[in-house]
């Protein structure tokens, strides 16, 4: 393979790569096909102790900068995430699967976004003065100190950014953990910080499976939790947090609806659908995958979905051509497996894919079911994977509370021409990233994040500064202390 995906070193602490062999061998595999790309370790004590004490140094450093300073440091860094693209996008695709068609505009340019915006902030990070009638007083909006991230294995690059860029600007300084799966991405995160001038220590990056976010989790020494991952992980790691009182910020996983009215421009709502269920091979929290058609064009809206499926390039994903890469892991393929066959026993009908391809690499056809019903498990549980599930509704105050008959809230879509129609229904559904005549964009200026199990907190916009800062209140009295006696 011409492209070096072995790291020099599993861990980016303190400025510099360190090694530790003593951890358990975490084996990464290129999804498309199968090899193993790289092997790194996961953290030991040691290289957790080396990624605390190095942390809080740096947090104190980096919190005596003034906000102007720090931002610098974010927005150089972003510079250099979008002069290195091209190989950070070949790398996350290494990482992922994900094809080079996406991963070249979505990944390390978003990282890139997160880090300029929030470098754009850094400087205006301010209190407010408040009258008090001759007395007075002032806040003072302040760091949370060291902040842990958890990712999942879908964005790692992105996600690695949207936690890390608004952690720093507010003067925090973050341990970045990436999932077992996908290891690599995180490190080049780091590297460049360091390189765009962040001191040494104050975004490090470790290794490790589940328990090393627990060790990171119930550390005392850490102030703030910031997990991407499914619900089930977000309860365990929301309640830890809690013991020690911690912060915490929730990305979690969702089953969002995508509304098709009647009067919809059929071609845009097929177009987001195809983009809110197979982008990523299906791998994406916001995705629409519950697609209510009303039934006037059900017939017209399977027929456009069917032939727009013709342009399905499923193959290499290092082929700029291609845009249906493999699953993420064998794993993650049996998963989606598993509920395609549910969807069939269920009585759903299959209208495209259903297949595994032969040979090598965890590949699965991009799959569409009708006359999906709300009580299939297809259509209740988060399947993460290509798979279409359209269901059919005659009324809107119907299909909203069907809509909302679910645990998750992430996100929903409303397709309609009438407008009235599309705020009151975006108005009544439960989710905490919508859209209207589109589906799953996520600009850094917008907050993102789900309601009820589907999360806590929002990133990205001015929003995530609230989740990663504090006030301080003061009062200041400008007489004599009035006391009982
Ligand atoms: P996951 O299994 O929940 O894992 C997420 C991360 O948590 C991984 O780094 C995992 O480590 C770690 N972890 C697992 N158990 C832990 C524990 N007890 N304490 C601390 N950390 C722990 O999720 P995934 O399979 O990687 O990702 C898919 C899920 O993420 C889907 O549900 C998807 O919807 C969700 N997601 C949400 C968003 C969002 O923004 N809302 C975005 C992307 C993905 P290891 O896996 O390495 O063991």
Request: with cysteine; proline share 4%; net charge negative.
């Amino acid at each position: 393979m011409a492209y070096d995906t072995q790291p020099k070193a599993s861990h980016f602490v303190d400025g510099a790569y360190l090694e530790d062999t003593a951890g358990e061998l975490i084996e990464v595999i290129y999804p498309a096909t199968g090899e193993v790309i790289a092997r790194v370790y996961a953290a030991t004590d040691a290289v957790i102790e080396a990624a605390i004490t190095s942390g809080r140094r740096a947090q104190a450093q980096w919190a005596a900068m003034s906000g102007t300073e720090r931002g610098r440091v974010l927005r150089r860094a972003a510079d250099i995430m979008r002069e290195r693209n091209h190989e950070l996008s070949v790398l996350e695709t290494f990482d992922t699967g994900k094809p080079l068609q996406e991963t070249l505009v979505a990944d390390a340019t978003s990282g890139a976004d997160a880090l300029e915006y929030f470098g754009g902030l850094a400087g205006s990070l301010t209190g407010e003065h408040v009258n008090l009638g001759g007395d007075w007083g002032y806040t003072v909006r302040e760091p949370l100190g060291l902040c842990v991230g958890i990712g999942a294995w879908n964005y790692p690059t992105q996600i690695a950014c949207w936690k890390g860029a608004p952690a720093l600007a507010c003067g925090n300084a973050m341990i970045f953990k990436p999932s077992e799966t996908t290891p690599l991405c995180a490190l080049k995160v780091a590297e460049i910080l360091h390189e765009a001038g962040a001191p040494a220590g104050l975004y490090n990056v470790i290794q490790g499976m589940g328990a090393v976010g627990g060790k990171l989790v119930t550390e005392p020494r850490v102030d703030k939790v910031s997990l991407t991952g499914s619900v089930p992980t977000g309860r365990k790691v929301y309640a830890a947090a809690a013991e020690g009182m911690k912060h915490v910020t929730m990305e979690l996983g969702g089953k969002s609806p995508l509304i098709v009215f009647e009067d919809a421009e059929i071609d845009n709502a097929v177009g987001g659908a195809i983009n809110g269920n197979f982008y990523s091979t299906g791998q994406v929290c916001s995705n629409g995958t519950r697609v209510f058609v009303h039934s006037s064009i059900k017939d017209a809206f399977l027929a456009r979905l069917k032939g727009r499926m013709a342009g399905i390039v499923m193959g290499d994903p290092q082929d700029e051509a291609t845009n249906i890469g493999p699953m993420v892991s064998q794993r993650q393929r049996d998963i989606v497996e598993g509920y395609i066959a549910k969807g069939k026993a269920e009585g759903a009908t299959l209208i495209a894919g259903g297949e595994t391809p032969e040979g090598a690499g965890f590949y699965i056809q991009p799959t569409v079911f009708a006359d999906v019903t709300d009580e299939m498990t297809i259509a209740r549980e988060e399947i993460f994977g290509p798979v279409m599930a359209v269901l059919t509704f005659d009324d809107e105050a119907e299909v909203i509370a069907r809509a909302n008959a679910t645990e998750f809230g992430l996100s929903a879509g409303v397709f309609t021409r009438d407008i009235s129609r599309a705020h009151r229904v975006i108005g009544q559904l439960r989710a905490g990233s919508c859209f209207i005549n589109s589906y799953n964009d996520a600009p850094v200026e917008l907050p993102f994040g789900g309601v009820k199990a589907s999360g806590v907190g929002r990133e990205n916009s001015k929003a995530a500064i609230e989740h990663y800062s504090q006030l301080k209140s003061v009062y200041v009295r400008m007489g004599d202390v009035e006391a009982a006696f």
